[in-house]
């Protein structure tokens, strides 16, 4: 079986010790989950989040479904140039301890701002290129279970989402919750999207929403770079300075970025790094861009795994 799931709570401790000694630190495998959490004194030294923890394949699914299907691949980058041709479902889920907004009971107004952030960053409105897609949301469910609440992952998130999940491949599904170990969130990535089945969708912290209270990180950019997950799109540090996003256009970049280190050079040649891509780590108000190669990216991932 392709999928590799992370074991999250087993590894927090031991990556927040390896990220600490300042060295670029291998990140495990995981080729159907994206893991993200706070590692307190952070990656050399920033008081900072790592956002995810997976690394792109060797072997590129995308790729290879852009092989054997030729004319479909190209009237997917076909549809990454004409803009908003595409919109998704998307179902909230929010899961409370209890009523009050401190337990979780995010309010709609908040996810109304988290579903215009999706827009304008997919939609190319913050600066970045247009991905041709576009969300709407289709409904809200609420669920008061405080056993629930403080996810970790595990036999508990099946149980979530055999309860919650909504509609197939092509619906995205976010669940927000209190995330333990310090995760801040986690998605599943297109490529694996059928094999994972009911497991397929988002998770995020309640307080990344905008609005919440995760200082540098509430601006709703967790969500973002989930959903680009979502699209099968990788970091843009992976491979290191050999470039093992699977994307021409993103420069390379030997490491992550934390908070907004302006002019950053990892790698020579290529240009200075993507500091503010989405799919970098830097904090929220950094990001605003998705690039062409991302969008075309995501269009052919959606159409050979999710339409």
Same mark, same amino acid.
């Given at each position: 079986?392709?999928?590799r /799931? /992370?074991v999250v709570?087993?590894l927090?401790?031991a990556?927040?010790?390896?990220?600490?000694?300042?060295?670029?630190?291998?990140?495990?495998?995981?080729?159907?989950?994206?893991?993200?959490?706070?590692?307190?004194?952070?990656?050399?030294?920033?008081?900072t989040r790592?956002?995810d923890? @997976?690394?792109?394949?060797?072997?590129d699914?995308v790729?290879?479904w852009?092989?054997?299907h030729g004319?479909?691949?190209?009237r997917?980058?076909d549809?990454?140039?004409r803009g908003?041709?595409?919109?998704v479902?998307?179902w909230?889920?929010?899961?409370?301890?209890?009523?009050t907004?401190?337990?979780?009971? @995010?309010?709609?107004s908040?996810i109304?701002?988290?579903m215009q952030?999706?827009?304008?960053?997919?939609?190319?409105s913050t600066?970045g290129a247009?991905?041709g897609f576009r969300?709407?949301l289709?409904?809200i469910?609420?669920?008061?279970?405080?056993?629930?609440?403080n996810?970790?992952?595990?036999?508990?998130?099946r149980k979530?989402?055999q309860?919650?999940?909504?509609?197939?491949l092509?619906t /995205?599904?976010?669940? %927000?919750a209190?995330l333990g170990?310090n995760l801040?969130g986690?998605a599943?990535?297109a490529?694996?999207?059928?094999?994972?089945?009911?497991?397929?969708?988002?998770?995020?912290?309640?307080?990344?929403l905008?609005?919440?209270?995760?200082?540098?990180?509430?601006?709703g950019?967790?969500?973002?770079?989930? @959903?680009?997950h979502?699209?099968?799109?990788y970091? %843009?540090f992976d491979?290191g300075?050999?470039g093992?996003?699977f994307?021409d256009?993103t420069?390379?970049?030997?490491s992550?970025a934390?908070n907004?280190?302006?002019g950053r050079?990892?790698c020579?040649?290529g240009?200075?790094d993507?500091i503010?891509?989405?799919?970098?780590?830097?904090?929220d108000?950094?990001?605003?861009e998705?690039t062409?190669?991302?969008a @075309?990216?995501?269009?052919?991932?959606?159409s050979?795994?999710?339409a």
């Amino acid at each position: 079986m392709r999928k590799r /799931l /992370l074991v999250v709570l087993g590894l927090v401790l031991a990556m927040v010790a390896t990220l600490q000694t300042g060295a670029q630190a291998k990140l495990p495998t995981s080729g159907g989950v994206c893991v993200e959490h706070d590692v307190g004194a952070g990656f050399e030294g920033r008081g900072t989040r790592v956002r995810d923890l @997976v690394e792109a394949p060797k072997k590129d699914p995308v790729a290879k479904w852009v092989r054997r299907h030729g004319n479909q691949a190209d009237r997917a980058a076909d549809r990454a140039d004409r803009g908003q041709a595409i919109t998704v479902p998307v179902w909230f889920h929010v899961i409370r301890k209890d009523a009050t907004v401190a337990g979780g009971n @995010v309010p709609t107004s908040r996810i109304n701002a988290q579903m215009q952030v999706l827009n304008d960053s997919f939609t190319g409105s913050t600066g970045g290129a247009s991905t041709g897609f576009r969300f709407e949301l289709q409904g809200i469910t609420r669920t008061t279970n405080k056993g629930w609440f403080n996810l970790t992952g595990g036999g508990k998130d099946r149980k979530i989402k055999q309860a919650l999940h909504r509609g197939g491949l092509e619906t /995205l599904n976010i669940y %927000t919750a209190k995330l333990g170990a310090n995760l801040l969130g986690y998605a599943y990535l297109a490529s694996d999207a059928e094999e994972v089945g009911v497991l397929d969708g988002v998770v995020v912290h309640f307080e990344t929403l905008p609005g919440g209270a995760f200082s540098i990180y509430s601006e709703g950019d967790t969500a973002t770079h989930e @959903v680009g997950h979502w699209f099968d799109l990788y970091h %843009t540090f992976d491979g290191g300075c050999d470039g093992g996003d699977f994307v021409d256009d993103t420069a390379p970049e030997a490491s992550p970025a934390f908070n907004c280190p302006v002019g950053r050079d990892t790698c020579v040649g290529g240009g200075v790094d993507p500091i503010t891509n989405f799919m970098d780590y830097t904090q929220d108000s950094c990001m605003f861009e998705f690039t062409r190669g991302q969008a @075309v990216r995501m269009q052919q991932a959606w159409s050979a795994f999710r339409a």
